[in-house]
């Protein structure tokens, strides 16, 4: 809910919900989308003998990623990842505030434990979408720097498209293609969901609150509500990422599962591998959170359906 505590409802309307997370969601990946994939190729690219690499840093990423795929090479993926990111954050911010409602106290409380749970559950509920979207767009997303490295090399370079590459786990796994790395995804959204919405929540509790009665915080708050939560998160939450990353993704080392991915990792690159991509990571999830969670919070979804958002939950 993440606005202060009223008496509670005497219903909860789940369509207007999901309505708004499904636009929030859209409008916060189209912003942050080109850091998203420099934060994947710089988890999954590979260290030479010498410990040469192919970027250096993020900056460096986004000029070979420009220099050699052009300005629309940072958007590679991007249309499976904007297509399903409706369903995606639809369910998890409509199914955070489903939970919250109902493990609320009569009068709108929620508990520190039951914010967790709800937030938690959420993210459980997610990965049905999540997986198969993440799996689609770190494989196109890491498409192009294989792509770059074989031209490099002076090999042919076969294009590769979201539809091709889900024909062909269809093909080879069927349906259960498109979950690989689901427990990875599962637990990394999960243990995300679980600070993320509390803390958001309690942060956007604070702040100045609009001048209408509602007692809703104004827009720059919940914001930076979001914004912050979705850092504090994101970090915690990155060595879960790279593993999760590293299991889906096409190229490079191979993996049986998450232990051995992260003993494999530990053994070649050591601790610091599992931070990778992090500083990338938070600049993409701060600001996607704080953007979604802005339009979300204006209550698109009870407009387009005439609803009074002040009255419904």
Not at 20 to 39: E, M, Q, R, S
Not at 97 to 107: M, Q
Not at 251 to 271: A, F, H, P, S, W
């Amino acid at each position: 809910m993440g606005q202060s505590e009223q008496k509670k409802p005497a219903q909860f309307n789940i369509l207007p919900k999901i309505i708004n997370g499904g636009i929030a969601g859209v409008i916060g990946v189209t912003c942050v989308y080109p850091l998203d994939l420099v934060k994947t190729r710089l988890q999954n690219q590979p260290i030479g003998p010498n410990g040469e690499r192919m970027y250096k840093s993020i900056a460096d990423c986004f000029r070979k990623t420009i220099a050699s795929e052009g300005f629309f090479g940072m958007y590679r993926g991007s249309a499976i990842n904007i297509l399903l990111i409706t369903p995606e954050k639809a369910i998890k911010l409509a199914a955070n505030d489903y939970f919250r409602y109902h493990l609320s106290t009569n009068e709108g409380v929620v508990s520190l434990p039951r914010a967790g749970l709800a937030g938690g559950l959420a993210g459980l509920f997610q990965i049905v979408v999540t997986t198969p979207m993440e799996l689609l767009k770190i494989q196109m997303q890491d498409a192009g720097r294989v792509a770059t490295a074989a031209r490099a090399a002076g090999q042919e370079v076969k294009k590769v498209t979201a539809l091709g590459l889900t024909k062909q786990l269809l093909r080879e796994r069927g349906i259960f293609g498109l979950y690989k790395g689901v427990g990875a995804t599962g637990v990394r959204d999960v243990t995300f969901s679980v600070i993320y919405f509390p803390l958001m929540a309690s942060i956007n509790n604070l702040g100045p609150r609009k001048a209408d009665g509602s007692g809703e915080a104004v827009f720059y708050w919940s914001m930076m509500a979001g914004y912050e939560a979705g850092t504090t998160a994101a970090f915690t939450v990155t060595p879960l990422d790279v593993i999760k990353t590293r299991l889906q993704a096409s190229g490079g080392q191979k993996y049986d599962g998450i232990m051995d991915c992260v003993r494999k990792t530990l053994y070649n690159e050591g601790v610091s591998a599992f931070f990778k991509g992090g500083l990338c990571r938070v600049m993409v999830v701060g600001p996607l959170f704080g953007i979604a969670q802005t339009f979300y919070f204006l209550g698109v979804g009870e407009t387009i359906l005439g609803m009074d958002k002040h009255k419904s939950i």
